[in-house]
């Protein structure tokens, strides 16, 4: 059957699949206010307990100058209204409200909800409207760093705490390979065709974004069927309280086989990092056009649509060439393969290749890409504003929507840092700047969550507001919350940290422990391991001098205890460069007594560690495992799953691959299981090297320490799931033993 054939019968196929769409559409995707309050008043129970009758719901459809908004106040029985123009805006009244009124603290790092018995009932009104037409969420990155074995039970408490925040746009991409097989299937190829295609289930948005084939595969079907369901509860979920899920689209990525299959098709090949090359389809090429007709349509016979599409075009590679009328055509029928779809179709596009290749994308490169798509059709995400707007260099994007994004953190590393004055006073000074064009809306983009609260929660202040936000007052506000009370000297602590560590203005996503990285006697490896300190070291002793003191007051609070042992951990991340650098300069004097003793030093610090992060689950590597393990049904898949969740924090890749320690995670278990072994290995072979009276042969140990990380990668032993020990305990012993030496 030639290129031809396939292709009418694709688009016979395709006009079927169409006309049974409009006939017929399983799939809900606007839901009316009186679903919205439905949804809004589930919402309202699951997040207070046994006060859900304290409430009512009220959705007014009117805005406020075209705004969202939401107010609430007295009703009638002694009941507090909640009311807004929509269900996100209802939760974001319940939201401000549970926090103002009743010190009501939710976070994914410890929290405090439990609720007076009685709530209080406002006694005046409370308004609040956004400045911001789109408030968005989530990044690919964050589908596999964070999200790679969450559940439904997860994902609704992630929704309920995006509703509760006032965000409206989440980006949606769970569940494509159920829609690339529909879509390849129609185009003749074999299930076995598509085996080297798919990646496993720790890396599909790598897989996604056109980066990289079949790595962690084969994926088995029954977590392609899995995450078809899981993506239909999460649409469902976030749409009825009207939300505006963004959907993939076709950005000509095709499977290896997709030449033989189409030998007159025009393929170009890339590759990313050191991973085999990729196919992607000339955009020339009229299958292009069909295929990503083909794609939007089965993704909305599936899971329907809102009519936003993300779709990133050279993801972490170069064009072959900056010819202006060949990036505007490949824009174009980006779009149009869109368009032909859905007519009402708007391409959000994340803004991160104008940074990350910015040598490459000058003005009239980024003109010629974006000037090919309709102004009203297309949002721009300047996925990293915070620390490098794009925005700002080009002209607000030359016309097109845009929105200031917070990006924050990197492969879920586990750091204290951020940007603590740029989010604050960054969305409103945009808001009132002539030359931000058509900025419209916020974001969090952030590779990994489930770490530093305090910056998510201080960017998430900017949602139903105008105005910069005083830090001082913040500090006040948040601690209070989290602490149960305004104490002196955690306000104190945290004024500090927030002038000194959460200002980083010269590394990405924060400093790295020397311990995360492949050992060496290097200050600071570079790399995926840096491990410059942005700030002041005494800055953050201080600050924990402060929280530790408090232990005794605030010591009952979750968010505390989660709080100190981080700080703790932080404290003991950055001192062990100091011991390893004793440790290297022994080893350069020829010193082994002296080696033996710092060696010993570090791996001592590594231990105690360990026992402190035990003590939070949210620090624990056998959660993570046993998350990865229970998504699989049979043996071998949870023998996959394991490894792939191994792998990621670990090698990331093969075992050449230069993304190794990439997603480092100060773990309990990763610092016993991983990080230790190979700086030990590393120390025996250094003292061996100093009893011999030869230099340390560092090229073998590299190659030593490689064969022994994918051992560990493929290994299966397991790590404790459920915390131990007493965090004020373990935080108060490390502080008797190294306060006075650090």
């Known amino acids: 059957m030639n290129t031809r054939t396939i292709l009418t019968l694709a688009i016979t196929s395709a006009f079927f699949l169409c006309s049974c769409m409009a006939e017929d559409s399983a799939v809900k995707t606007d839901f009316s206010l009186n679903e919205q309050e439905k949804a809004a008043e589930a919402l309202v129970a699951r997040v207070t307990g046994g006060h859900a009758e304290d409430f009512a719901v009220k959705i007014t459809e009117t805005r406020k100058d075209g705004r969202d908004w939401f107010s609430y106040y007295a009703g009638k029985n002694g009941k507090i209204v909640l009311e807004g123009n929509n269900g996100i805006s209802v939760a974001s009244a319940l939201g401000d409200y549970l926090k103002d009124r009743c010190g009501w603290h939710l976070s994914w790092c410890g929290s405090d909800t439990a609720l007076p018995e009685v709530l209080p009932v406002p006694e005046d009104t409370v308004s609040r409207t956004s400045p911001y037409k789109y408030r968005y969420y989530l990044n690919y990155c964050t589908f596999n760093y964070t999200m790679s074995w969450w559940d439904e039970e997860r994902w609704q408490k992630e929704i309920d705490f995006m509703a509760l925040n006032g965000i409206n746009m989440p980006l949606a991409v769970t569940g494509q390979n159920t829609v690339w097989q529909k879509v390849y299937r129609r185009l003749g190829f074999t299930d076995e065709d598509l085996e080297s295609f798919f990646s496993g289930p720790a890396y599909f948005n790598w897989f996604w974004m056109g980066n990289l084939d079949g790595w962690g595969g084969p994926l088995p079907q029954s977590f392609i069927d899995r995450h078809e369901e899981l993506q239909k509860y999460i649409l469902h979920a976030e749409r009825s309280l009207g939300m505006t899920p963004v959907l993939p689209a076709f950005t000509g990525h095709v499977p290896p086989a997709f030449e033989k299959k189409f030998p007159d098709a025009h393929i170009r090949k890339t590759d990313w ?76 596009m994340q803004g991160w290749l104008f940074y990350h290749e910015r040598e490459f994308w000058g003005d009239k490169e980024i ?78 983009t952030m590779e990994g969550i489930e770490q530093t609260p305090v910056m998510y929660a201080l960017m998430l202040e900017n949602v139903w507001r105008d105005t910069p936000i005083d830090k001082d007052e913040f500090i006040h506000e948040y601690f209070g919350n989290r602490y149960g009370q305004d104490d002196p000297r955690a306000f104190k602590a945290w004024k500090i940290l927030f002038g000194s560590v959460f200002e980083n203005t010269q590394n990405n996503g924060g400093p790295e422990s020397i311990i995360t990285g492949r050992p060496t006697f290097k200050k600071n490896p570079g790399g995926t391991t840096t491990t410059r300190l942005h700030y002041d070291n005494s800055d953050l002793t201080e600050a924990w001098d402060l929280l530790v003191s408090a232990a005794d007051s605030l010591g009952d609070r979750d968010g505390y205890r989660y709080d100190i042992v981080d700080i703790t951990r932080q404290v003991l991340a950055n001192h062990a460069s100091d011991v390893q650098q004793k440790a290297a300069a022994a080893y350069h004097r020829k010193n082994l007594p002296e080696f033996e003793k710092y060696a010993a030093e570090f791996l001592a610090l590594i231990d105690d560690m ?131 030496s650090i």
């Not at 991973?275 to 295929?291: H, T, W």
């Not at 072994?677 to 025996?684: G, I, K, T, V, Y």
């Not at 064969?707 to 131990?724: F, V």
């Open 273 to 348: 990092v050191n991973f085999p090359e990729v196919s992607i389809l000339d955009p020339d090429e009229e299958l292009f056009g069909e295929i990503g007709k083909m794609f939007i349509e089965e993704q909305t016979a599936l899971y329907g649509t809102n009519h936003y599409y993300t779709a990133d075009t050279f993801n972490e590679n170069l064009p072959p060439t900056n010819d202006p009328e060949f990036l505007g055509k490949i824009s174009g029928k980006v779009y149009q393969s869109m368009a032909s779809a859905d007519p009402e179709a708007t391409w959000v």
């Open 367 to 444: 003109k010629a890409l974006l000037g090919a798509v309709p102004d009203d059709r297309m949002l721009i995400l300047d996925l990293w504003s915070e620390r490098y707007p794009v925005w700002s260099r080009t002209d607000a994007y030359y016309g097109k929507p845009w929105i200031w994004c917070m990006l924050h953190n990197f492969g879920q590393n586990i750091t204290m840092s951020g940007n603590a004055s740029s989010v604050a006073e960054g969305p409103a000074a945009a808001l009132r700047d002539p030359a931000a064009g058509k900025f419209m809306g916020i974001g969090l």
């Open 610 to 740: 360990d026992r402190l992060l035990a003590t939070r689950s949210e620090f624990l590597l056998g959660r993570w495992l046993e998350a990865a393990k229970h998504m699989g049904a049979t043996p071998e898949e949870k023998a996959l799953y394991e490894h792939n969740a191994r792998n990621l924090l670990t090698l990331w890749g093969n075992r050449e691959c230069y993304l190794h320690d990439y997603a480092c995670r100060q773990w309990s278990g990763m610092m016993s299981g991983f990080y230790r072994p190979r700086w030990e290995m590393f120390f025996d072979t250094a003292t061996e090297a100093l009893r011999s009276g030869k230099e340390m042969d560092g090229k073998a140990f590299e190659e030593k320490c490689k064969d022994w990380e994918w051992e560990w990668k493929e290994s299966s032993e397991s790590y404790p799931s459920t915390p131990s020990g007493d965090e004020i305990e373990e935080c108060r012993h490390i502080y008797e033993k190294y306060r006075s």
